[in-house]
């Protein structure tokens, strides 16, 4: 197909790891304490358990057709239709998940930083960002989550462990929970948060050595599951299971909590906001991508860039949608595990029958 290949494993790495830690870390704590009590942490881990098999089969899928993404490859395994279907089916998904992290994330903004901006503007301008940068090429996509993946990653570690000073390992009891009867619908629930990592599928094609797509997924399935598990335990031996079902941001809690020896700073949680808006930057910044350049690998055409502007009335529309925070937490749960038909589900059956059918593409060198 011609795709310049120049993405490195690290590269790949950081898009992944920066796709899977967005404005899911807020809510994570309590959709884990909901689910499984004091066994919060151990739902949190079968939920990256999940979401590392399924991101494992769409990079085995990738390597197997190593110059197409699944939106070209589901064609030649499933039929032209079918595939193409299946195909919309991903965009439209995309398309709303995009929009419920644009509505998240006006929605903290709003109730923590700017309560007297309109919510509208807080979303519109973070998509107007997204649908800005999409309109660069793979390889400047590639940098940008490089650049951003230390300022990420490296003040989230700090702020959460400086908030561990008063932690109860006590709350850890016991480590299976009082109550599994929830804990099927957190895993997925949870897994669903990281289904933005769903990209990579798109940037196999222009990794330089495909074959070592899996070191990728297996590293930012490490590094973003690890965050994950660590703010669940942190936030949950600090507060315990009973207060943080009464806290709708755990994790921000968290961060107000942490104090840096000396306490010649006070209010860390303006860091970590920071660090937050960086998270969903980069979050909706891949699923735009992915909007962009599934559409229009859906339409054949060569330039992905007419569309960055032209899916925005959409996203905003829907985004706008919800009533309030109650009914869009509702929604998310609600399509994201449905979407983990279109993210889980449907690359195993693609990978099953590509098998079956001895269905492969052109190796890479």
Same mark, same amino acid.
């Given at each position: !197909?011609?795709?310049?290949? *120049?993405?490195?494993? $690290?590269?790949?790495?950081?898009?992944?790891?920066?796709?899977?830690?967005?404005?899911?870390?807020?809510?994570?704590?309590?959709?884990?304490?909901?689910?499984?009590?004091?066994?919060?942490?151990?739902?949190?881990?079968?939920?990256?358990?999940?979401?590392?098999?399924?991101?494992? @089969?769409?990079?085995?899928?990738?390597?197997?057709?190593?110059?197409? +993404?699944?939106?070209?490859? +589901?064609? %030649?395994?499933?039929?032209?239709?079918?595939?193409?279907?299946?195909?919309?089916?991903?965009?439209? =998904?995309?398309?709303?998940?995009?929009? &419920?992290?644009?509505?998240?994330?006006?929605?903290?903004?709003?109730?923590?930083?700017?309560?007297?901006?309109?919510?509208?503007?807080?979303?519109?301008?973070?998509?107007?960002?997204?649908?800005?940068?999409?309109? *660069?090429?793979?390889?400047? #996509?590639? $940098?940008?989550?490089?650049?951003?993946?230390?300022?990420? #990653?490296?003040? +989230?570690?700090?702020?959460?462990?400086?908030?561990?000073?008063?932690?109860?390992? &006590?709350?850890?009891?016991?480590?299976?929970? *009082?109550?599994?009867?929830?804990? =099927?619908?957190?895993?997925?629930?949870?897994?669903?948060?990281?289904? /933005?990592?769903?990209?990579?599928?798109?940037?196999?094609?222009?990794?330089?050595?495909?074959?070592?797509?899996?070191?990728?997924?297996?590293? +930012?399935?490490?590094?973003?599951?690890?965050? $994950?598990?660590?703010?669940?335990? %942190?936030?949950? @031996?600090? #507060?315990?299971?009973?207060?943080?079902? *009464?806290?709708?941001?755990?994790?921000?809690?968290?961060?107000?909590?942490?104090?840096?020896?000396?306490? #010649?700073?006070?209010? &860390?949680?303006? =860091?970590?906001?920071?660090? =937050? @808006?960086?998270?969903?930057?980069?979050?909706?910044?891949?699923?735009?991508?992915?909007? @962009?350049?599934?559409?229009?690998? &859906?339409?054949?055409?060569?330039?992905?860039?007419?569309? /960055?502007?032209?899916?925005?009335?959409?996203?905003?529309?829907?985004? !706008?949608?919800?009533? %309030?925070?109650?009914?869009?937490?509702?929604?998310?749960?609600?399509?994201?595990?449905?979407?983990?038909?279109?993210?889980?589900?449907?690359?195993?059956?693609?990978?099953?029958?590509?098998?079956?059918?001895?269905?492969?593409?052109?190796?890479?060198?």
């Amino acid at each position: !197909m011609g795709l310049p290949r *120049n993405l490195t494993v $690290y590269q790949t790495t950081a898009i992944v790891i920066n796709a899977g830690l967005g404005v899911g870390l807020l809510p994570l704590p309590l959709i884990a304490v909901r689910a499984g009590d004091t066994g919060a942490p151990l739902v949190t881990f079968l939920a990256i358990l999940v979401s590392f098999f399924g991101l494992a @089969v769409l990079t085995m899928l990738g390597m197997r057709f190593p110059e197409q +993404s699944i939106i070209h490859y +589901s064609e %030649n395994i499933i039929g032209k239709w079918p595939g193409r279907i299946g195909s919309l089916l991903i965009i439209v =998904f995309f398309i709303t998940l995009t929009s &419920l992290v644009a509505r998240e994330f006006g929605e903290v903004v709003i109730t923590n930083i700017l309560p007297e901006t309109p919510l509208e503007i807080t979303v519109i301008v973070m998509l107007l960002l997204a649908a800005i940068f999409s309109r *660069n090429d793979m390889m400047t #996509f590639a $940098y940008i989550h490089v650049f951003y993946l230390p300022i990420l #990653f490296v003040p +989230s570690i700090l702020l959460i462990a400086l908030s561990l000073e008063d932690g109860n390992s &006590l709350y850890l009891q016991p480590l299976w929970g *009082n109550d599994a009867s929830g804990m =099927f619908t957190g895993v997925l629930t949870i897994a669903a948060l990281l289904q /933005s990592s769903f990209i990579i599928t798109m940037i196999i094609p222009f990794m330089r050595a495909p074959k070592k797509a899996m070191k990728a997924t297996v590293w +930012s399935s490490v590094v973003a599951g690890g965050m $994950y598990v660590f703010i669940v335990i %942190n936030t949950l @031996v600090l #507060f315990g299971p009973e207060e943080i079902k *009464n806290l709708l941001w755990p994790t921000l809690e968290l961060a107000r909590t942490a104090t840096i020896p000396g306490e #010649f700073l006070e209010r &860390l949680d303006i =860091f970590f906001l920071v660090v =937050f @808006v960086t998270a969903v930057f980069t979050t909706m910044y891949t699923t735009y991508m992915f909007i @962009v350049y599934a559409t229009k690998q &859906l339409f054949r055409l060569r330039d992905h860039k007419m569309f /960055s502007f032209f899916m925005l009335p959409f996203v905003f529309v829907i985004a !706008m949608l919800p009533q %309030n925070s109650i009914q869009m937490y509702e929604i998310i749960q609600r399509i994201g595990i449905a979407g983990l038909v279109l993210t889980l589900i449907y690359p195993i059956l693609l990978y099953v029958i590509a098998r079956l059918r001895k269905k492969q593409g052109r190796r890479s060198q």
